[in-house]
C-alpha cells in the first residue's frame, strides 16, 4: 500500500554534487516522517537525514551534516536529498523509507524503497 521509489543515483567526483528524489504514495498520518538511509559494501545500513510529514521538521547525521540537506515538495509527493561536497566515503546504495515518527534509527522505520546507487570516484 505504501510505495517509495528513490532515483537520481549515479557517478560524481568527489567534490560534486547529486540530488536524491523519493517519490512515495499511499503515505497516511501513521506515518510522520520520512528518511534517507545508506548501505556500503560490508558495512551497517545508516541513517543519513530525516524529515517530519508534518512539519518539515529535520535531522541530519554527523556524517553528512552542513553537506546534506533533505526537502519535500507535497504538491510532488516526493521527498529529495540534495548532497553536496561528496566525497568517496559517500558511496552507497541510498534508500528512502517511511517511519512514525523523526529519527535516524533504521529499526523504527515501516516501509522501505528500492535503493539508488550513489558512486563518488575521481
Known amino acids: 500500500q505504501v510505495q517509495l521509489q528513490a532515483s537520481g543515483g549515479g557517478l560524481v567526483q568527489p567534490g560534486g554534487s547529486l540530488r536524491l528524489s523519493c517519490a512515495y504514495s499511499?503515505?497516511?498520518?501513521?506515518?510522520?516522517?520520512i528518511g534517507w538511509f545508506r548501505q556500503a559494501p560490508g558495512k551497517e545500513r545508516e541513517g543519513v537525514s530525516c524529515?517530519?510529514?508534518?512539519?518539515?521538521?529535520?535531522i541530519d547525521a554527523d556524517s553528512v551534516q552542513g553537506r546534506f540537506a533533505i526537502s519535500r515538495d507535497s504538491a510532488k509527493n516526493t521527498v529529495y536529498l540534495q548532497m553536496n561536497s561528496l566525497k568517496p566515503e559517500d558511496t552507497a546504495v541510498y534508500y528512502c523509507?517511511?517511519?512514525?515518527?523523526?529519527?535516524?534509527?533504521?529499526?523504527?522505520?515501516?516501509?522501505w524503497g528500492q535503493g539508488t546507487q550513489v558512486t563518488v570516484s575521481s
Open positions: 523509507a517511511v517511519a512514525p515518527f523523526v529519527t535516524l534509527y533504521a529499526d523504527s522505520y515501516i516501509d
Open positions: 499511499g503515505i497516511t498520518l501513521d506515518y510522520y516522517a
Open positions: 524529515i517530519s510529514s508534518v512539519d518539515g521538521s529535520t
